[in-house]
């Protein structure tokens, strides 16, 4: 949804000093995360293994998704996609189930819903710029209700998947979620937040900004941690950064979106 002269500015030249200064700090972050082992002292060439570079390509594609969407940029579908892929490889990799069944079955599906979603609003706008939309009450008791229902599900899916993975495919039972409670609710505000997103409404962000609830309960257990080892402290530091880079993103997206709705709101008046 880039208009003709955020095209010839290019990429750099079409962001604002806070959108520069985001990407910055957050791709020098990725690329720490990506580096850390070998200041842990593992080899250079331990980093180039194709898991590491999908985890770094995941992490640069989460920066300029939080860039887009706040710009509410059709574009921003393209990085999404990619890093969900690329997410749901990891936690595979990891054994980390729940997340690859967010990633792939629940979230997905919207995204690509969400694409043709935005493309349709686009083309039906005169300035090629989707259609940002706003919550009444009764969608907000809706959309409460609902939200209680289905993390009342999750965390019964979530409980029993051990079980329920081995009863279709055998094997060696997974360990259990050790906070089913806290995951399918996060599970739940992502899906629902991204649902929102798919439909543009500035409503998603309240549910972005709750979904960075991980940063306070990290601080909490950083502090809690009795152990600090070099290895300990950069996993904690990297998954800090990147809470704090979503949470930054949410706060800020949130501001943009509203301030776009009134903008096309009071052209539309005239």
């Known amino acids: 949804m880039m208009s003709q002269v955020e095209t010839k500015k290019g990429f750099w030249g079409s962001l604002s000093n806070f959108q520069k200064g985001f990407f910055i700090i957050f791709i020098l972050a990725s690329i720490f995360s990506f580096i ?3 200041l ?7 980093l180039f293994t194709p898991l590491a570079i999908i ?3 995941c992490s640069v594609t989460g920066v300029l998704t939080s860039i887009y969407q706040a710009r509410g940029e059709i574009i921003v579908y393209l990085f999404l996609i990619i890093n969900t892929l690329t997410y ?22 919207i995204q690509i819903a969400g694409l043709i979603s935005w493309k349709k609003s686009m083309d039906k706008s005169t300035d090629n710029k989707i259609e940002i939309k706003k919550f009444n009450f ?18 019964e899916f979530l409980s029993h998947l051990p079980q329920i993975l081995h009863a279709i495919f055998g094997g060696k039972m997974i360990a259990p979620d050790p906070s089913p409670k806290l995951d399918s ?13 798919s439909r543009r409404f500035i409503e998603q962000w309240w549910f972005w900004i709750f979904c960075n609830i991980g940063a306070v309960l990290f ?10 080892t070099g290895s300990v402290l950069v996993s904690d530091l990297s998954g800090a950064l990147n809470w704090i880079q979503y949470g930054v993103g949410a706060i800020y997206g949130f501001y943009l979106w ?10 539309h008046s005239i």
């Not at 609710?185 to 997103?197: E, K």
């Open 40 to 46: 842990l002292g593992s080899k250079m060439s331990d």
């Open 219 to 228: 601080i909490e257990g950083l502090f809690k941690t009795k152990v600090f």
């Open 88 to 109: 749901a490889w990891v936690s595979y990799k990891g054994a980390l189930y729940g997340q690859v069944i967010q990633n792939i079955i629940l979230l997905l599906p």
């Open 258 to 267: 509203k301030k776009m709705y009134n903008e096309r709101k009071r052209t």
């Open 55 to 57: 985890g770094l390509i």
């Open 185 to 197: 609710l996060t599970t739940v505000l992502t899906v629902m937040a991204m649902f929102l997103t």
């Open 36 to 38: 850390s082992p070998v």
């Open 138 to 155: 009764i969608q907000w008791v809706i959309t409460i209700i609902s939200l209680l229902i289905f993390w009342f599900i999750y965390y």
